[in-house]
Nanobody, 124 residues
Framework: VQLQASGGGLVQAGGSLRLSCAASGRTFIGNIMGWFRQAPGKEREFVAA????????YDTESLKGRFTISRDNAKTTVYLQMNSLSPEDTAVYYCALSNKDSSRRADISLFDYWGQGTLVTVSS
């Protein structure tokens, strides 16, 4: 399985970005796709995940109000719409996929496949 993320870039505070991640290879129906991020000097952290049926999980309620995860199963692509961005959102964003269904959607160990990361920089 290969994951190709895109859509990162430089944006001013308050702006928006839409990240995309296309999966190819042996992906199973029922997989979970997610987004994580890693800021400089920090550990990789969970952002959001979405099941095959569209059930979503977000790290916090504040992220849920600004970020929206969605997917297109026909294209095996997951999206992350990010609005009202702040400098604290600056990080490398990674998409991930698990071919196992689980309720532990925020658990980094669930995900077997990772994209290369796309850098999001939010200027103040």
């Amino acid at each position: 399985v290969q994951l190709q993320a895109s859509g990162g870039g430089l944006v001013q505070a308050g702006g928006s970005l839409r990240l995309s991640c296309a999966a190819s290879g042996r992906t199973f129906i029922g997989n979970i796709m997610g987004w994580f991020r890693q800021a400089p000097g920090k550990e990789r952290e969970f952002v959001a995940a979405i099941t095959w049926s569209g059930r979503t999980t977000y790290d916090t309620e504040s992220l849920k109000g600004r970020f929206t995860i969605s997917r297109d199963n026909a294209k095996t692509t997951v999206y992350l719409q990010m609005n009202s961005l702040s400098p604290e959102d600056t990080a490398v964003y990674y998409c991930a996929l698990s071919n196992k269904d689980s309720s532990r959607r925020a658990d980094i160990s669930l995900f077997d496949y990772w994209g290369q990361g796309t850098l999001v920089t939010v200027s103040s």
